[in-house]
């Protein structure tokens, strides 16, 4: 385990902290991936890592039903794509036993191989030791006790009308095609969404038995037909944890929400600056105001450059389900910044007020302890990071 640092940063407003605990946030970059631990007040962070330097990490998660387990999604030289495990908050690991992969092909037919996983996900509380993960090119994979043993899940990864949507490896984003945000309903662990990029939004209600999907009133880039799934690509979407009924996604084609039980999306991004628009890929909902959301525009002309709007980067926050947005910039760089920030890079904390953290492409990681009024950086100088997760722990 390496050296610990601390880093100060600019104290948050006040807040009553849940005792005895404290938020760990999770990084995983291009090139490792590294642990900060923050004291009570969220002021000062001490840095665990890095783990596994040089390898690429797109993900690292906690298990929130017991606290202590870690798995991170890896794609190391060596080994090829794997999943890590650790029982004891990162101090050691150990490789998955059976790593997701895809079922050998039928005589005559076209196998396909995991280049890396690229999401995962805790199941249901009720489903101790079951974690889902979503790979590039899209696959759909499950393990039963705790991250040890994956297996292919559900229908979808070699249902012939899927693999259409699916497209190929060469029609895929900039790092490659990838199945991610794998929701799980938390009053029902039978009810799951997940999305693929590109491939759409899908949910099913019977474990995973069957899909169905959800793209009524997305967009899709003009000239293609939005009754296509293959044409949609949604960027993340999030679960809104005090109301599971409903769901907010970033898109290709602008930031959306959708009340159950309806099956129709609305375009909330609408009401965005003009200047801005509403094009990104981090999306973010309040643990405990499902009116309340943060994103993190990208630059989405013509062109799309990838970078924050004219080099001025800020948050924007919505209280009222996205009917109006407000710029959250305070403390961030006011020019020439020109990174972005990834689909899985940005989260919040559960605490009071909430904390609100983000990774950019430039290796800088970015808290606030107020819920966006205000931002400080946390780290400086780590390799392009792919993913931020919040946690607590004791």
Request: aromatic share 10%; net charge negative.
């Amino acid at each position: 385990m390496a050296l610990f640092s601390e880093q100060a940063a600019p104290a948050p407003a006040k807040a009553a902290h849940a005792a005895a605990r404290h938020v760990v946030l999770l990084v995983a970059t291009r090139k490792g991936a590294w642990l900060y631990h923050g004291d009570a007040a969220r002021n000062v962070w001490r840095c665990d890592g890095p783990h596994f330097l040089g390898h690429i990490i797109s993900h690292v998660q906690l298990d929130p039903r017991d606290g202590r387990t870690l798995l991170a999604a890896a794609k190391t030289g060596h080994l090829g794509p794997t999943i890590f495990r650790s029982t004891d908050l990162g101090r050691s690991w150990q490789e998955a036993a059976k790593p997701p992969a895809f079922a050998a092909a039928k005589s005559g037919e076209q196998g396909r191989a995991v280049d890396h996983t690229f999401w995962l996900t805790p199941g249901n509380a009720a489903e101790p030791g079951v974690w889902y993960a979503g790979t590039s090119p899209q696959g759909l994979f499950r393990s039963e006790d705790g991250g040890v043993n994956w297996a292919p899940f559900s229908c979808l990864n070699d249902d012939l009308l899927y693999r259409k949507w699916m497209g190929t490896v060469q029609d895929g984003t900039p790092d490659g095609p990838k199945l991610h945000s794998i929701l799980v309903d938390p009053r029902d662990a039978a009810h799951l969404y997940i999305a693929m990029s590109s491939g759409g939004v899908h949910e099913s209600t019977d474990g995973g038995k069957s899909f169905r999907p959800l793209l009524d009133g997305l967009d899709v880039v003009e000239g293609f037909d939005r009754n296509d799934a293959t044409f949609h690509d949604p960027h993340c979407l999030r679960l809104a944890p005090s109301r599971p009924d409903r769901i907010y996604q970033q898109n290709h084609c602008g930031i959306y929400r959708l009340d159950r039980p309806s099956t129709t999306w609305q375009r909330i991004g609408r009401s965005m600056p003009a200047e801005v628009g509403d094009i990104g890929f981090p999306l973010v909902v309040h643990p405990r105001d499902a009116d309340t959301a943060w994103v993190l525009p990208m630059d989405g002309s013509t062109v799309w450059p990838r970078t924050s709007p004219g080099g001025k980067p800020a948050v924007y926050a919505t209280k009222d389900g996205g009917a109006s947005w407000q710029r959250l910039d305070a403390g961030l760089p006011p020019a020439e910044a020109w990174w972005t920030v990834k689909r899985q890079a940005m989260t919040a904390d559960a605490q009071n007020p909430v904390g609100l953290y983000f990774g950019t492409t430039s290796g800088e990681l970015w808290g606030s302890g107020d819920e966006g009024q205000t931002w400080h950086c946390i780290a400086r100088h780590l390799p392009e990071i792919y993913a931020v997760e919040a946690a607590e722990i004791a």
